[in-house]
């Protein structure tokens, strides 16, 4: 049967959303979506998202996340946005409005504000490497051997596990290199997003992100919420930091442990299609 699809992408990170508000829960299968998310033969995305009804009774409506390889994935910043774009146009929910939506990692609110941004309450960071997961005993900083050299890195829960690398250019060759390495690095027993984190002052970061399960993208948004909280943590960042990825900007606010953190971005349609 034809299944349609709205592609839509957040500051470059591009997604194809699909509608099962009216079908059972379903798992697509794997090399399906591998397919489809093919730029050259499918349809081309960073990750495949549902729209789904609510698991959560406290929660308006659910939705899946799977990368481009197939594999499932806990958590999407950018995805969220956009998520909260589509059901805004498509009436289900209204602006300026508090909406808790129920992800794959748990319950997050959002809220469609003007000009197609989206604010996103992505909870507390977790930096607890049970939560990661990450099989190292606890540190604000860890050192693992890659390579011939030691790499150093902060690592953080966003609903989704993220290794963050504080570097002086994230143009640097090395980083190209380190990235697909320690998203599969064995402390990271499910995988992680590495972030390579620029630092340009207190309020302001550069990132390059390497996905598990989808590779370099152009934007992450939980990427941009771990790198500023790792920074934070380490007393190298404001409150309110703007996140620069190759796609756009982020803004992202966290007033540190105890607290939510806010992400705030834009959220566009691309086209529809059916497949």
Same mark, same amino acid.
């Given at each position: 049967?034809?299944s349609?699809?709205t592609k839509?992408?957040?500051?470059g990170?591009d997604?194809?959303?699909?509608d099962w508000r009216?079908?059972p829960?379903?798992?697509p299968?794997?090399a399906?979506?591998?397919?489809l998310?093919?730029r050259?033969?499918?349809?081309?995305?960073d990750?495949l998202?549902?729209i789904?009804s609510a698991?959560?009774?406290?929660?308006?409506f659910y939705?899946g996340?799977?990368?481009?390889?197939g594999?499932?994935?806990g958590q999407?910043?950018n995805?969220?946005?956009?998520v909260?774009?589509?059901?805004?146009?498509d009436?289900a929910?209204?602006?300026?409005t508090?909406?808790?939506l129920?992800?794959p990692?748990?319950?997050v609110?959002v809220?469609?504000?003007?000009e197609?941004r989206v604010?996103?309450d992505m909870g507390e960071p977790d930096f607890?490497?049970?939560a990661?997961?990450?099989?190292?005993?606890?540190?604000?900083?860890y050192?693992?051997?890659v390579?011939?050299?030691?790499?150093?890195?902060?690592a953080?829960s966003?609903?989704n596990?993220?290794?963050?690398l504080?570097?002086?250019?994230? /143009?640097? !060759?090395? %980083? =190209?290199r380190?990235? &697909?390495?320690?998203?599969?690095h064995p402390?990271?027993?499910?995988?992680?997003n590495?972030?390579?984190a620029?630092r340009l002052?207190p309020d302001?970061i550069?990132?390059?992100?390497h996905?598990?399960g989808?590779?370099w993208?152009?934007a992450?948004?939980?990427?941009a919420c771990?790198a500023?909280?790792v920074a934070?943590?380490?007393?190298? /960042?404001? !409150?309110? %930091? =703007?996140?620069e990825l &190759?796609g756009?900007t982020?803004?992202i606010?966290?007033h540190g442990?105890?607290?939510?953190?806010?992400?705030t971005g834009?959220?566009?349609f691309?086209f529809?299609?059916?497949?």
């Amino acid at each position: 049967m034809a299944s349609r699809f709205t592609k839509m992408h957040g500051i470059g990170n591009d997604f194809v959303i699909v509608d099962w508000r009216e079908d059972p829960p379903r798992v697509p299968n794997a090399a399906r979506v591998a397919a489809l998310a093919d730029r050259h033969t499918g349809i081309g995305f960073d990750q495949l998202i549902s729209i789904e009804s609510a698991r959560d009774p406290s929660c308006a409506f659910y939705y899946g996340i799977w990368n481009a390889d197939g594999s499932p994935s806990g958590q999407c910043g950018n995805g969220v946005r956009c998520v909260a774009a589509w059901l805004y146009r498509d009436g289900a929910i209204e602006r300026d409005t508090d909406v808790r939506l129920e992800s794959p990692s748990g319950p997050v609110t959002v809220r469609v504000l003007d000009e197609g941004r989206v604010v996103v309450d992505m909870g507390e960071p977790d930096f607890a490497p049970a939560a990661i997961p990450l099989d190292l005993p606890p540190h604000a900083v860890y050192t693992v051997h890659v390579d011939g050299e030691d790499v150093s890195f902060g690592a953080v829960s966003m609903g989704n596990p993220h290794g963050v690398l504080l570097v002086d250019d994230i /143009a640097d !060759p090395r %980083v =190209d290199r380190l990235g &697909p390495v320690l998203t599969a690095h064995p402390v990271f027993p499910q995988g992680a997003n590495v972030g390579f984190a620029q630092r340009l002052g207190p309020d302001r970061i550069r990132l390059r992100v390497h996905e598990r399960g989808s590779g370099w993208t152009r934007a992450c948004g939980t990427g941009a919420c771990a790198a500023a909280a790792v920074a934070q943590s380490l007393g190298l /960042a404001a !409150p309110v %930091v =703007d996140v620069e990825l &190759p796609g756009g900007t982020l803004t992202i606010e966290w007033h540190g442990p105890g607290h939510t953190l806010w992400m705030t971005g834009p959220a566009a349609f691309v086209f529809e299609g059916e497949v």
